[in-house]
């Protein structure tokens, strides 16, 4: 079967770095997508991998390893409108996302 | 309007009754998609469309239906609904199937009773 795993919740410190793991088994692989959802929205697209390696954009960088079936979301400098669910998708041989339950982020002073 | 607009923004809906969930895309994305979100689960995939005219089932259509008579209108119907149909419903475009990025409209949230 076809899964996504990653935590279910992490706390960090407004200011400080916090890395977000994702473990995946799927059948076959397109890419792997991070998105951001506030509480009550909807998702919003944060970052797209294909290749090996780690793709910056600003406050947020995100990093996959393809062998290892991994891929991490590292968000620095954390604010408090960090405080959000980060949800990590990968697109299966069908070009379908297969979604992880995501994680939520708590940020405290 | 510029994205993607979902109605009702919520709905409570007797068990045994029709309802139809509506979606508008204005940015002229050929590929559209139908998903639902429960709490400590995963967005799952409903139905999908590649483009106007075509639709494909996807992880979880049984009790659902779509029509894709147009680019803009991707239209969600429980032909009578149960209570495990309560979810929050999103409806998502992107330019093309494949790799392209999905964008969220901002979802229906139903009760089944």
């Known amino acids: 079967g076809q899964n996504i795993d990653q935590p279910t919740e992490m706390t960090a410190t407004e200011g400080a770095i916090v890395q977000i793991n994702c473990t995946y088994q799927?059948?076959?692989?397109?890419?792997l997508f991070w998105y951001q959802q506030h509480a009550g929205e909807a998702p919003t697209f944060l970052s797209y991998?294909?290749l090996d390696g780690l793709e910056e954009k600003g406050r947020f960088s995100s990093f996959l390893s393809r062998s290892k079936g991994y891929s991490y979301l590292l968000l620095k400098e954390l604010q408090m409108k960090d405080s959000a669910s980060y949800l990590c998708?990968?697109?299966?041989?069908?070009?379908?996302?297969?979604w992880g339950a995501g994680t939520k982020l708590i940020i405290k002073p | 309007i510029a994205g993607i607009t979902q109605a009702p923004t919520s709905q409570i809906l007797a068990a045994g009754r029709r309802m139809t969930l509506r979606c508008t895309q204005d940015?002229?994305?050929?590929?559209m998609y139908w998903y639902r979100q429960d709490l400590g689960l995963g967005l799952r995939l409903i139905h999908y469309?590649?483009?106007?005219?075509?639709?494909g089932k996807g992880e979880v259509p049984d009790g659902y239906s779509v029509s894709r008579a147009n680019t803009d209108d991707f239209p969600l119907t429980l032909a009578s609904a149960v209570p495990s149909q309560t979810s929050v419903y999103f409806c998502?475009?992107?330019?093309?199937?494949?790799?392209?990025?999905?964008?969220f409209g901002p979802g229906t949230r139903l009760t089944v009773l």
């Open positions: 469309s590649n483009t106007a005219g075509t639709t």
């Open positions: 998502a475009s992107s330019p093309a199937a494949g790799t392209d990025t999905q964008y």
């Open positions: 991998n294909v």
């Open positions: 998708a990968v697109m299966d041989s069908n070009y379908q996302l297969i």
């Open positions: 799927t059948s076959g692989f397109n890419g």
């Open positions: 940015m002229r994305h050929n590929a």
